[in-house]
């Protein structure tokens, strides 16, 4: 909306100058593409079936945790969460509210990875995670070895 008033404003002020060749615009077409455009992740891929049943925001800031482990001490936790993710969104175990839920606690416990690094906090979490994801057999052994690495780390 900005740019389309920019623009406007520049049509005022070439047709006050007249006799000028009229300035650049502001391409509007591009910018409503790439507002409407899907965010970008660089460690999920999502279909539609699974947009509806998450929030994006929330895998959002797991992708932006996992970009920041790379290369520090937690770059081990930041490639186990992005497994964990990936399983919890595919877990057919799981209805839509627990999938939600799951991930909400993988973000909080991606945060206190790259943020706090709350012991209280971590374990908290992890016995949330642990038994939320009990029914999910292919979550249950990378709970257990995020919690390792966690421990590892000095959480």
Do not use: C, Y
């Not at 006799?19 to 409503?32: K, M, T, V």
């Not at 999920?44 to 049943?53: D, E, K, P």
């Not at 993988?106 to 012991?119: F, Y």
Request: hydrophobic share 45%; net charge negative.
């Amino acid at each position: 909306m900005n740019a389309a008033m920019a623009n406007r404003a520049l049509d005022d002020m070439d047709a006050v100058m007249w006799p000028l060749i009229p300035g650049g615009r502001i391409p509007l077409e591009p910018l409503a593409r790439a507002i409407q455009g899907s965010p970008t992740l660089n460690h999920f891929n999502l279909t539609n079936s699974q947009v509806g049943i998450i929030n994006t925001g929330s895998i959002q800031k797991i992708d932006t945790a996992i970009t920041q482990t790379q290369g520090s001490d937690a770059e081990g936790i930041g490639k186990i969460i992005q497994t964990l993710t990936a399983v919890v969104l595919a877990a057919h175990e799981l209805t839509a509210d627990e999938q939600a839920k799951m991930v909400e606690l993988i973000e909080a416990l991606s945060q206190q990875v790259i943020e706090g690094r709350k012991p209280a906090v971590i374990s908290a979490l992890m016995k949330s995670l642990k038994d939320g994801l009990i029914g999910v057999s292919a979550a249950v052994p990378l709970v257990q070895k995020l919690w390792e690495a966690l421990q590892a780390l000095g959480s």
